[in-house]
Antibody
């Protein structure tokens, strides 16, 4: 069955960095794009970034452009989100989600999420 | 960016009664070349990730009960739960995938009265 497992979250000080991972299984990884979506505590969903199935297309939310970088390693069936210059307002649960169709596409499966806390 | 606005923010419905959630987009989500509305609905329960319910505005995802349905076109969309069950208590989000950045409504909390 389809699985997306996020990892790499934790507590970091403002200005710090984290790298999140999204390990995929149960489907042909090279055929699907992957999004990152975050949810601040008690708040709604906010889209962060997407990478196409072949890695040729990458898009970012304005709020993270220049600070976050999405990448993928097809040999490990994993997508990464490198987060630099973290701010208190980046505190959230970060989900990866599998895309259906041409970008941006809809999300037919989500991981369980990993919590990032930015605090001094 | 396309702004998605849901109404109401929350609703309490008795078991077996109908729940209706509205979603309005700031521009049309109907793509003329394929005549499809690029609108999806998700359900999120506490401590869980969102779950896809509806895509193309009205196509039910496999395994979603038929009491849950989506309708609408252009800029106005509706999610209907025809006969609310206890397990339907959740927050529901609409999502446009017509253009990047994809955007979500603010969410509607459905509670059992």
């Amino acid at each position: 069955q389809v699985q997306l497992v996020e990892s790499g979250g934790g507590v970091v000080q403002p200005g710090g960095s984290l790298r999140l991972s999204c390990a995929a299984s149960g489907f042909t990884f090279s055929n699907y794009g992957i999004h990152w979506v975050r949810q601040a505590p008690g708040k709604g969903l906010e889209w962060m970034a997407v990478m196409s199935h072949d890695g040729n297309q990458k898009y970012y939310a304005d709020s993270v452009k220049g600070r976050f970088t999405i990448s993928r390693d097809s040999s490990k069936n994993t997508v990464y989100l490198q987060m630099n210059s973290l701010r208190v307002e980046d505190t959230a649960t970060y989900y990866c989600a599998k895309v259906v169709g041409r970008l941006p596409g809809y999300f037919d499966f989500w991981g369980q999420g990993t919590l990032v806390t930015v605090s001094s | 960016d396309i702004v998605m606005t849901q109404s109401p923010d929350s609703v309490a419905v008795s078991l077996g009664e109908r729940a209706t959630i509205n979603c309005k987009s700031s521009q049309s989500l109907l793509y003329r070349s394929d005549n499809k509305n690029y609108l999806a609905w998700y359900q999120q329960k506490p401590g869980q990730p969102p779950k896809l319910l509806i895509y193309w505005a009205s196509t039910r995802e496999s395994g979603v009960p038929d009491r849950i349905s989506g309708s609408g076109s252009g800029t106005d969309f509706t999610l209907t739960i025809s006969s609310l069950q206890a397990e339907d208590a959740a927050v529901y989000y609409c999502h446009q995938y017509y253009s990047t950045p994809p955007t979500f409504g603010q969410g509607t909390k459905v509670e059992v009265k």
